[in-house]
């Protein structure tokens, strides 16, 4: 089959063999994917993952153990744990030890014709939901768990929430935005800083206020929580300047590359610190099937699987949003 497999670096193989659907798991056929910047980042050396790429899809079930009609559409929650320990049963499975996860570790992803997944992972999408918001499930998941990291600052009700200040969204990428439209979604005040007056016009779009990172100035005015996703290694650095005293940092971004910061403000503010991956895949498919989030705005260009090694260089240029690839 056709698909996108990091060596690295990426290339498109048309003679890649289809995956082994084993017990439990649902064949999947992929309707449309997306590029992710953690693509951009395994691309480039990052958890060493060879295999293929790509973990943003909205796809149709071709073959089932029994649980799934055939036909119907689905999204994936990218983490196969075992489904047997502690962390599976509790937990949903995002930390178990033996985990696989789609494109990302030890499983094939979806920059492909086909995947397959556990049953146990997949959520139904509903008719009315069309794929090219859909497949923003993924992503947007990981975004709305921002809100589990924030909820002791949550105020008693939505209308005395802003008079806390708002939460700082550092980076106007992709996941940056799409934070903010999670924020925003829950009654949450955003100040969106970044790089580009066009996106930080769709942040000013969706109810945030925003700034440009080079006119923050020596002395900034800090904020309770800041969440970084800047997609870069010294985002950290500058999100440790924009915290107030206790206040919580919660951290999106993953590099190929490490990053340094000086962490003495952690303890001499007593700052919280707070890493945030995947979330609740079933939520955000209820988001974005009642409108209170619509992604439309972010898509930048569709590519045919075919050229989804060019897909994914247009997504590495600067300054660009979502890339998505249809098989």
Request: aromatic share 2%; net charge neutral.
């Amino acid at each position: 089959m056709l698909a996108l497999v990091n060596g690295p670096p990426p290339r498109v193989v048309r003679d890649h063999p289809r995956p082994h659907r084993g017990p439990g798991d649902a064949r999947i056929r992929v309707r449309l994917a997306g590029v992710c910047d953690t693509d951009l980042q395994l691309a480039a050396g990052y958890m060493g993952f060879r295999g293929v790429l790509g973990h943003e899809l909205v796809g149709e079930v071709v073959e089932s153990a029994g649980a799934w009609a055939i036909g119907t559409r689905v999204v994936a929650d990218i983490n196969a744990g075992c489904g047997a320990c502690e962390d599976c049963r509790a937990r949903g499975g995002h930390h178990c030890a033996t985990r696989t996860v789609l494109g990302i570790l030890g499983r094939d992803g979806a920059l492909a014709e086909e995947l397959v997944m556990p049953e146990r992972c997949l959520v139904p999408v509903p008719d009315a939901l069309c794929d090219e918001r859909a497949v923003f499930a993924e992503p947007l998941a990981a975004a709305l768990h921002v809100l589990d990291a924030l909820d002791a600052l949550d105020a008693p009700d939505a209308a005395d929430r802003g008079r806390a200040g708002p939460v700082v969204v550092l980076g106007d990428g992709k996941l940056g935005l799409l934070v903010v439209h999670a924020l925003r979604s829950a009654g949450l005040a955003v100040r969106l800083v970044g790089h580009h007056e066009d996106k930080l016009a769709l942040g000013r779009a969706l109810g945030a206020t925003s700034v440009l990172e080079h006119e923050l100035g020596p002395h900034p005015e800090r904020a309770r929580a800041v969440v970084e996703a800047t997609g870069s290694p010294g985002g950290l650095a500058l999100a440790l300047r924009l915290l107030e005293p206790r206040g919580t940092l919660v951290l999106k971004t993953t590099t190929a590359g490490p990053a340094s910061a000086d962490l003495a403000p952690i303890v001499v503010h007593e700052l919280r610190v707070v890493g945030s991956r995947c979330g609740d895949i079933a939520r955000a498919v209820a988001t974005l099937a009642t409108g209170a989030v619509d992604p439309s705005a972010l898509v930048a260009a569709r590519y045919p699987l075919a050229r989804a090694d060019e897909a994914l260089a247009h997504a590495a240029r600067r300054g660009v949003l979502k890339v998505l690839v249809e098989p």
